[in-house]
């Protein structure tokens, strides 16, 4: 079953996957960043959060709305628990210094594979797709790996405020 799964997955889904690996690996690394390259990956990682859930369900109030809560749940859990006062911003040449961590590429996974099994899940049992229960699940599941992006961003920001 899994062969034939990952037989019938496009190309450009693997493409995908590498990318955001990549990506994710670059963030475990100690690196020195512009201002605005710093904010891109949190923003885009909400954007194309929401963006996989209104794919998948369109404008469903459940999982929109679940996507919220997590949002907001884990940008204040990630303000206050994930918080890392190494980040640094240096004014003069308007750049972060932020310290290399693996959570990034695990959020990042855990919205590929959320999105893949979905796919996979909807190829298979077009029924199960429609569930309200996987969508409030998937809505919630990505709202919380947004939520963890968005706080890293609420960080950059306090560190430029601190400056």
């Given at each position: ?19 955001l ?25 909400v ?28 940008t ?56 309200g ?22 960080q ?8």
């Amino acid at each position: 079953m899994i062969v034939r799964v990952l037989g019938h997955t496009p190309a450009w889904v693997y493409g995908l996957f590498v990318a955001l690996l990549l990506l994710g690996l670059q963030q475990a690394r100690d690196r020195r960043v512009g201002a605005r390259r710093a904010f891109a990956l949190p923003a885009a990682m909400v954007v194309l959060s929401l963006a996989g859930v209104g794919s998948s369900f369109g404008l469903a109030p459940v999982p929109l709305a679940m996507w919220a809560l997590g949002l907001v749940a884990v940008t204040a859990l990630g303000c206050r628990l994930l918080r890392d006062d190494r980040i640094a911003f240096a004014p003069s040449s308007r750049t972060f210094f932020i310290p290399g961590s693996w959570i990034p590429l695990l959020v990042i996974m855990a919205l590929f594979f959320a999105r893949y099994a979905f796919a996979v899940t909807r190829a298979l049992d077009p029924g199960l797709a429609e569930s309200g229960m996987l969508a409030a699940a998937l809505g919630l599941a990505h709202g919380c790996c947004s939520g963890y992006f968005a706080s890293r961003a609420a960080q950059l920001a306090s560190s430029a405020r601190r400056a």
